[in-house]
């Protein structure tokens, strides 16, 4: 039954009703109205005010309209059923929004549209990206989200903004080169949606059925058209029955990898066979049933690729793909099963000359920038003694987790050192040694502490990688967003890959470990958590996962190549190493919105989520 004020309302309201807009008291009221302050994680914009007619008047118990917009009452996704019928103020894309709504959005009172576009352009004349505006993100349908393409430039900082992505080919070398894209997204399974209903409850119920959902996917990867295809939380009988084979039908291969626990999805790698060549595929389990500490069922996937193009050498990609766990006050697993991912890769990416093949990692790593665990990912090493497990994927402002991370975080037995390699001669010489100490009763404690002063709390990797992203957004220092719900808005996706010593992105000091390496020539750009929100966030009406599809587009540098390309800017980079595009990442988890506090987040322990 409806409220007793709510009753008097209805018979007090006196108006001129239009077909669609009918007032019933006798209807129970369910989901009609909702309660923006319900979500403190997430700044839902104001509500769009009714264009209620000209005869329409409030009764006294409102007081004055103003007082009623400010009540944060929003109405919407009406069932049948509803007591109120108005027109739909489902948040639709900027430009589908009533004036008023798009001026308060956006700050701006009364600047028009193509004045707005033009100081658009002008704000970003500084920047050294090159932007492209990408024809087939500008649908025509209804709460569509406009992302555009960066590019970057080979031998200008100057910015310009180009209609398609062609007519940037004049900064690219005549010579022919091996260009391919990559996308790493997670299309959200089933299972873990209904399992995990409470993040989205802003969204209507035919949103979030598969058969819905689906085409919108696939609709997605079709209109990225990505040359390799990194995916997570794919559903095992999803996959099975209709993903492979349409993936398939568009000229993939697909390798998959379940978890092993009792969750029914995993992660794929699908490349496009006109493009590449498969070498190997190599899973990775996390799970370690003589291991206490890898007790969780995440899983990683990495293949290594042939190129299909005329080369003077056999250059070689390796390709990976994870999804890291989810629980935030566990950090001690998420960076055992880094290094378990990372000592994979050791294993195949190596070349028969000793260097490495280039290296892209993609995936769903459930840590914010500037946490210490991405800190480790991109910097190579990471020093963990005194740091507390509950902060190493900087999830939470105010962590729960505060245990100190042991030394060392994983056990002798995994057989991967600090390194994150493989050690198993190491390991059996290492279990020999301590079965003679056990034996050896009288020199027992001098080897205990010979021992213990041998331990390490720093952690390292071989790899020197980049971000394909750089967490925000130059002119305004707003974060990036990768993924949007009801709880949450904040970046846990990322595309690594090893720059070649020419690429702007690569890491200061990089040794030149690769054969060649990866030139990054653009990106898909991302969001901010308001863009999000003017669709309702994710999922939406078109976009049916709660992440949003990354996108980038590279270069194989060869060897020789790259060495050149070196010596020619190893000079300038010194003058230009005092320069920087984006703001420092030491404090940016704290920018991030905290996607783990108390009830918020994912309801599983050891899940991936």
């Not at 390799?228 to 939380?233: G, P």
């Not at 920087?580 to 991936?608: C, K, V, W, Y």
Request: hydrophobic letters at 30%; charged letters at 25%; a positive charge.
């Amino acid at each position: 039954m409806l409220p007793r004020h709510m009753q008097r309302l209805g018979r007090d309201w006196i108006a001129h009703l239009n077909s669609s807009q009918v007032f019933t008291l006798n209807s129970p009221v369910s989901t009609c109205m909702r309660w923006a302050g319900h979500y403190p994680r997430a700044s839902f914009p104001l509500p769009v005010p009714v264009d209620f007619s000209a005869n329409w008047r409030f009764p006294p118990f409102f007081g004055p309209w103003r007082q009623f917009q400010n009540s944060y009452w929003q109405l919407d996704n009406f069932a049948q059923s509803s007591c109120f019928h108005l027109p739909n103020p489902s948040m639709k894309s900027e430009g589908e929004e009533p004036l008023t709504k798009k001026r308060r959005l956006s700050g701006q009172h009364d600047t028009p549209a193509p004045e707005e576009e033009t100081n658009f352009a002008n704000q970003k004349e500084a920047s050294c990206l090159s932007v492209a505006q990408n024809k087939k993100s500008d649908s025509s349908k209804k709460g569509t989200i406009k992302r555009h393409w960066e590019y970057f430039c080979q031998h200008s900082k100057t910015m310009k903004i180009f209609e398609n992505k062609e007519i940037d080919q004049s900064n690219r070398e005549s010579e022919a080169k091996f260009d391919f894209t990559v996308m790493s997204y997670n299309i959200l399974s089933q299972n873990l949606l209904e399992d995990n209903s409470h993040l989205y409850k802003h969204c209507r119920q035919r949103l979030l059925i598969w058969t819905y959902r689906f085409p919108n996917i696939l609709q997605e990867i079709k209109q990225l058209d990505a040359d390799v295809l990194c995916l997570q939380e794919v559903q095992e009988d999803h996959y099975r029955k209709e993903i492979k084979s349409s993936l398939e039908s568009l000229g993939y291969h697909c390798e998959y990898k379940m978890r092993t626990g009792r969750k029914p999805d995993g992660c794929a790698i699908c490349f496009k066979t006109s493009k590449f060549s498969l070498i190997s595929s190599n899973p990775v389990e996390f799970f370690r049933r003589d291991i206490p500490l890898l007790d969780r069922d995440n899983v990683g996937l990495v293949l290594l690729l042939q190129p299909k193009f005329q080369c003077k050498t056999n250059a070689a990609i390796c390709i990976a793909n994870t999804h890291l766990l989810y629980n935030p006050r566990r950090g001690d697993i998420k960076l055992t099963q880094l290094a378990m991912l990372l000592a994979e890769i050791a294993s195949v990416a190596p070349q028969k000359d000793g260097t490495f093949c280039p290296i892209i990692i993609c995936g769903d790593f459930n840590s914010v920038p500037g946490s210490p665990l991405y800190r480790f990912i991109k910097e190579g090493k990471l020093n963990y003694e005194g740091l507390a497990i509950g902060k190493v994927s900087g999830q939470e402002q105010f962590p729960r987790g505060q245990r100190i991370l042991s030394i060392p975080i994983w056990p002798k037995k995994l057989g991967i050192s600090q390194n994150c390699v493989y050690e198993i001669k190491q390991q059996q010489k290492e279990e020999n040694a301590e079965e003679k100490m056990e034996e050896s009763k009288l020199n027992d404690t001098k080897e205990i502490v010979r021992t213990s002063e041998k331990l390490s709390s720093k952690l390292r990797h071989h790899f020197k990688l980049s971000s394909v992203y750089s967490h925000y957004f130059p002119e305004t220092g707003m974060p990036e967003v990768t993924t949007c719900h009801s709880r949450s808005a904040v970046t846990v996706d990322y595309i690594f890959y090893s720059a070649a010593n020419d690429d702007d992105a690569t890491q200061p000091g990089a040794v030149d470990s690769f054969r060649g390496g990866l030139k990054l020539l653009g990106r898909l750009a991302l969001l901010t958590e308001k863009d999000l929100w003017t669709v309702n966030g994710l999922p939406n009406e078109n976009n049916s996962s709660d992440h949003l599809p990354l996108l980038a587009e590279f270069r194989l540098i060869e060897r020789n190549a790259a060495l050149k390309c070196f010596q020619r800017t190893s000079l300038t980079r010194k003058a230009d190493s005092k320069e920087s595009l984006t703001p420092p990442l030491e404090n940016a988890a704290i920018h991030h919105r905290s996607f783990a506090q108390s009830s918020h987040g994912r309801t599983e322990e050891g899940g991936s989520r």
